[in-house]
């Protein structure tokens, strides 16, 4: 058994101050240490978590800018194509009968084919063929464009000589009509 009362007092402080400088370092690598570098690390989570909250932030602002334009482009869409159904094809080709009138053709043929469902829509094909003077078949393909929206030309094919004053153009047309489903 040791006596205190032997021991000199500067060998208990230096006893003292090892046993404290062992807790403090054992508390150190235990507790401290681990919590420095949770902390470090939380610290960089949080910033990366940051970046990603930012990083989403401008996908939302995107998507609300799209949403937008969608809607935006789809009023538009709605106020310029006048969708028939599909039982209304004899009209459609009543339509078309007129424009090409209208800009001085005649038709020599004008031939629906069976519709394709895509979608919300009805594509179907129809073949023209159209005789008359190439300025007006080139105009016919511009009032194709801008009067009847819901039909697309597909193709065409102009045959004969463009000269001055020349009736003698040929021109076949693919086109698409596109039509309600539902209507019949």
């Given at each position: 058994?040791?006596?205190?009362?032997?021991?000199?007092?500067?060998?208990?402080?230096?006893?003292?101050?090892?046993?404290?400088?062992?807790?403090?370092?054992?508390?150190?690598?235990?507790?401290?240490?681990?919590?420095?570098?949770?902390?470090?690390?939380?610290?960089?989570?949080?910033?990366?978590?940051?970046?990603?909250?930012?990083?989403?932030e401008q996908l939302r602002d995107?998507?609300?800018?799209?949403?937008?334009?969608?809607?935006?482009?789809?009023?538009?869409?709605?106020?310029?194509?006048?969708?028939?159904?599909?039982?209304?094809?004899?009209?459609?080709?009543?339509?078309?009968?007129?424009?090409?009138?209208?800009?001085?053709?005649?038709?020599?043929?004008?031939?629906?084919?069976?519709?394709?469902?895509?979608?919300?829509?009805?594509?179907?094909?129809?073949?023209?063929?159209?005789?008359?003077?190439?300025?007006?078949?080139?105009?016919?393909?511009?009032?194709?464009?801008?009067?009847?929206?819901?039909?697309?030309?597909?193709?065409?094919?102009?045959?004969?000589?463009?000269?001055?004053?020349?009736?003698?153009?040929?021109?076949?047309?693919?086109?698409?009509?596109?039509?309600d489903p539902a209507g019949g």
């Open positions: 058994m040791i006596r205190i009362a032997s021991v000199p007092t500067p060998v208990i402080h230096a006893g003292g101050v090892a046993i404290i400088a062992c807790v403090a370092g054992a508390w150190y690598a235990l507790a401290l240490g681990p919590l420095e570098n949770a902390r470090a690390h939380a610290h960089a989570e949080a910033g990366e978590l940051s970046r990603e909250q930012a990083s989403m995107q998507h609300r800018l799209l949403s937008a334009e969608h809607d935006r482009l789809r009023e538009q869409l709605d106020e310029r194509i006048d969708v028939l159904p599909r039982s209304r094809m004899n009209e459609r080709l009543a339509g078309l009968t007129s424009l090409a009138t209208e800009y001085g053709l005649t038709i020599d043929e004008l031939t629906p084919k069976e519709g394709i469902v895509r979608g919300a829509l009805a594509e179907v094909p129809i073949n023209a063929r159209v005789r008359g003077g190439y300025a007006d078949v080139s105009r016919f393909i511009g009032a194709l464009h801008d009067r009847t929206p819901d039909i697309d030309v597909r193709g065409f094919d102009i045959e004969g000589t463009p000269a001055r004053g020349s009736e003698d153009v040929r021109a076949v047309f693919a086109l698409a009509w596109y039509a």
